[in-house]
């Protein structure tokens, strides 16, 4: 009797134990997940506080005179004229204007810094898009240099200026006040190229040499994957030849994308001698690595398509060619379609073996046809991250917001996709 | 005309081909009474002929765009006087590279008289291959066109032979990942062993050292032990282990807890949250890793008086961890769900409480998978490479401290080939043999991964 209680009690209190370490373990697995939620949100307001004083840029009100003289053309003026006018001395006229009080040369030149190198640009095109301006003057907005941006949007009332002298800041404060110097919407940003200056950097670009690179990559990947899904799916017999290509295509899902990278430089553009940095060989290379992608995907879409659909296309006559292309295709089609836009967004993405085919180097213009230069937005983000300048770590983060964005886009539309057109048989 | 402009004009030619042999059919079958007495549909007849056209001309074209600049090479280095053509591999690459940026157009480049007639004539052979190009891609259109046209006949089964271009076309689509992996296997095959002949493979494999710049001077041919990858090996394991701690313990129990506890409301709601994690792109991650994490643990340190530098091992694997939980969450998730539920019954049947059953019953027999996944993970942290590019060090310090910095496999394939390269100095060379390496490993990963997963699978089906 007495040990019979005493093992119950043994029981009763091993259950305290044993419960409480049961709720321990749950506890442990909702940290788990909130660790994981943790890190995401952590990742994306790190990346949004960075990067949203991007898409904003500080711009300096001036007057500035269009002089004859200061700009360096004649009477008559033509458009050669104006291509390699000095637009910077009528900035630095209007500057010493607006500051009469610096006289000395370092203050000057000081002064100059307050301007970005890459507003002359913006006057150019303006006057030569209306060459009556020669010899008028007018207000405009002016944008400012890398290290004002950086000081207004970070420094100011504080004590450290960044990278600005202390006189350099005075004139900063001054504008403010006076209403003659505004943050305003970062256009340049989405409508430049690269550039070395944070302020005249934008990402259109890489935008458009993802978008070359990527069509590139669709219009190779999805044919192909399509066709070898539809071939180891519906015709493949099953021997060795069949085994060794799902043994293949399993194991390059899983090679490192930078070997493809290797790939691409030891085939395509030594042994071939297709053009480096081209979004040509980007494109083919993107195309090896999503394939398999698309390949399971695509077999995944095709094997959901139940084989009466078959049976009557054969039992009515068809060829074996003819029931897949005729019905099967079209019922899988969905399916496929966001396989591909899944594997879009991988390529998207990708940056490793994009850098070994030279898609790294700095390019200014933006690419038109698939053998021009060009980079990609993750390439040129590494870029960006790399250099040293203050103002690339917001439009880095910016440009990461862009490349998030489209992902997303792509991502939802896959999911839409899926929900509106997959059938239920 | 462009290369295009030629792509368009082949594929018109085909248009107009199918239009041709669809019109013929059409004709042929008339005076029999209609096209019922054909033997296939007109349509099939048209494709056949746009077949016949496009094919052969596509393939032609294709295999002269690949090949041309290597023939061209060819013709213009026999062009040379016999006294440069004895010239060693590497200074004749070099004069080819001079020729060649002459050839196109690219000022401040400096050539004897020899180089610039072997310019003039590489551009003259480029003119006339253009040239040629052209007229051999459309005459060979034309000719199958022609061929096509003239097989039309009602007796003719068009369909079947259609069907056997089409099955042909979708072997050769399926076979692409095979020449994939063979493309892989002899590029980097053939450069290593390259490089093998340059730097002993014992010492590759083996040495101590590396420092690669070394091979840059000229009076030092790169054998002098500077290649030794056990840094690289020791710093890629250390970051990958590292990536493990993190991503194993948290990427197995929101498995766990997803799979066993959520109610499924919450789960179906938090999967694709955690999915969000494997959608990002690395060059992301690797951002945040240098920029945000990098700072925040070298702050960490120092005001524990620890010296943590700034391109820390620790930096770079936490990240790649974070990288890696959704991976190892959504592949440790299937395996928990291939344990049947007979088991968890009988096991909660016996009194055992949850967490009881899972750590005793369905993690043993879920084991198997749940290292498999494991190894898949590892074979990820290997191969992954923007993270430590940009958060990992350059300098191969051979050290087992995650506050110190290292270097892996991968950053050294980055660093050796982007930039000026050099082709044949072991520099470059030896990007491929970590290539080389980095295959086998993450390879041989894979296939062990697999080979496990799908005994397991077998075991409860």
């Known amino acids: 009797m007495n040990s019979q209680e005493s093992s119950i009690e043994t029981i009763r209190r091993g259950i305290k134990k044993r419960n409480r370490a049961e709720r321990r373990f749950q506890w442990w697995g909702k940290a788990a997940v909130g660790f994981a939620l943790l890190c995401i949100v952590v990742l994306f307001v790190d990346i949004f506080s960075k990067g949203m004083s991007a898409f904003q840029q500080t711009n300096i009100q001036l007057t500035l005179r269009y002089d004859r003289e200061a700009l360096g053309v004649g009477a008559q003026v033509t458009e050669a004229q104006l291509r390699a006018a000095d637009y910077s001395a009528v900035i630095k006229q209007a500057l010493s204007e607006r500051f009469p009080e610096v006289t000395d040369r370092s203050g000057k030149r000081a002064l100059n810094k307050l301007v970005s190198s890459g507003a002359g640009y913006a006057l150019r095109d303006r006057l030569m898009a209306d060459p009556q301006l020669v ?41 403010t006040e006076s209403g003659e110097l505004k943050k305003r919407f970062n256009s340049n940003f989405f409508t430049l190229g690269d550039s070395r200056e944070p302020e005249t950097a934008g990402i259109l670009g890489a935008t458009i040499g993802s978008a070359l690179t990527l069509v590139v990559t669709l219009l190779l990947s999805f044919p192909i994957g399509v066709a070898a899904a539809i071939y180891l799916e519906e015709f493949a ?189 | ?94 004069l080819q590279d001079t020729i060649r940026n002459l050839a196109y157009g690219n000022r401040g480049v400096d050539g004897g008289t020899e180089v610039e007639q072997a310019a003039f004539y590489l551009q003259e052979l480029r003119h006339s291959a253009a040239n040629y190009r052209m007229v051999v891609t459309l005459l060979v259109a034309l000719a199958g066109l022609a061929y096509g046209w003239s097989r039309v006949s009602p007796r003719f089964i068009a369909r079947v032979a259609v069907e056997k271009v089409y099955h042909a076309l979708l072997v050769a689509c399926a076979s692409l990942a095979i020449l994939t992996t063979a493309g892989i296997l002899l590029s980097v095959l053939f450069e290593s062993m390259r490089f093998f002949n340059q730097v002993a493979i014992t010492e590759f494999l083996f040495g101590l050292e590396w420092s690669p710049q070394i091979a840059l001077r000229a009076d030092q041919q790169g054998a002098s032990g500077s290649f030794g990858a056990i840094p690289l090996f020791v710093g890629t394991l250390l970051i990958a282990l590292i990536a493990m701690l993190v991503a194993v313990p948290v990427g197995l129990m929101s498995a766990i807890y997803l799979a066993e506890y959520a109610a499924p409301q919450v789960r179906a709601r938090i999967k694709p949250i955690l999915e969000i994690l494997a959608g990002i792109p690395t060059v992301v991650y690797g951002f945040f890793a240098a920029l945000t994490v990098a700072p925040l643990i070298r702050g960490w340190g120092q005001s524990l008086g620890l010296d943590v530098s700034s391109e820390s091992a620790l930096a770079a694997g936490l990240v790649m961890g974070i990288m890696i939980i959704p991976f190892v969450s959504s592949l440790s998730d299937d395996i928990l769900h291939a344990v049947p539920q007979s088991m968890r019954d009988g096991s909660l049947g016996m009194g055992a409480t949850h967490s009881e059953t899972v750590k005793r019953v369905v993690i043993p027999a879920a084991l198997p998978g749940i290292v498999a996944a494991i190894l898949l993970a590892v074979s990820r942290a290997i191969g992954e490479t923007m993270i430590v590019v940009m958060a990992a060090g350059l300098s191969a310090n051979l050290t087992a401290n995650p506050l110190e910095s290292v270097t892996t496999v991968t950053v050294q394939i980055v660093t050796l080939l982007v930039g000026d390269q050099e082709f044949d100095s072991a520099k470059t060379l030896a990007a491929f043999a970590l290539g080389l390496m980095l295959f086998v490993v993450t390879l041989g990963l894979n296939f062990i991964a697999l080979h496990v997963v799908k005994k397991y699978r077998e075991q409860y089906e």
């Open chain 1, 135 to 175: 010899g008028e003057s007018e207000t405009r907005w002016l944008l400012a240099g890398g290290d004002v941006d950086t000081y207004v949007k970070e420094f100011a009332g504080k004590k450290e200026g960044g990278r600005l002298k202390e006189e350099q800041r005075q004139w900063v404060d001054q504008l």
């Open chain 1, 237 to 425: 017999p099953r021997n060795r030849w069949t085994e060794l290509i799902e043994v293949n295509i399993n194991n390059l899902a899983a090679v490192p994308s930078i070997i493809f990278g290797l790939l691409g430089l030891a085939i395509f553009i030594n042994f071939f001698g297709l053009p480096r940095s081209a979004p040509l060989v980007g494109g083919i290379v993107l195309t090896l690595m999503t394939l398999p992608t698309i390949i399971i995907s695509s077999r995944a879409a095709i094997k959901a398509v139940p084989p009466s659909i078959r049976d009557a296309a054969l039992g009515l006559g068809a060829s074996k060619m003819q029931a897949v292309t005729h019905h099967v295709l079209p019922s899988a089609m969905p399916g496929m379609l966001t396989g591909a836009i899944i594997g879009m967004a991988q390529a998207l993405g990708e940056t490793a073996p994009l850098l070994m085919i030279g898609m790294v180097a700095f390019i200014v213009d933006v690419p038109t046809g698939i053998t021009d230069s060009a980079t990609v937005l993750p390439v040129q983000i590494y870029l960006w991250s790399d250099s040293p300048e203050r103002g690339f770590v917001a439009l880095t983060s910016a440009a990461i917001m862009v490349l998030l964005m489209f992902l997303i886009t792509m991502n939802t539309l896959a999911v839409i996709l899926r929900k509106r057109l997959e059938k239920r048989w």
């Open chain 2, 1 to 94: 005309m462009s290369t295009g402009m030629l792509f368009l004009v082949v594929i018109a030619l085909a248009a107009g081909a199918h239009y041709l042999g669809y019109t013929r059919s059409m004709a042929l079958s008339r005076p029999l009474g209609g096209s019922k007495h054909l033997a296939s549909l007109p349509s099939y007849y048209g494709v056949f002929v746009a077949l016949a056209c496009l094919l052969p001309a596509l393939l032609l074209l294709l295999l002269w765009l690949f090949f041309e600049d290597q023939v061209l090479q060819r013709l213009v280095v026999h062009s040379l006087p016999a006294a440069t053509q004895a010239l060693d591999a590497q200074p004749l690459g070099l």
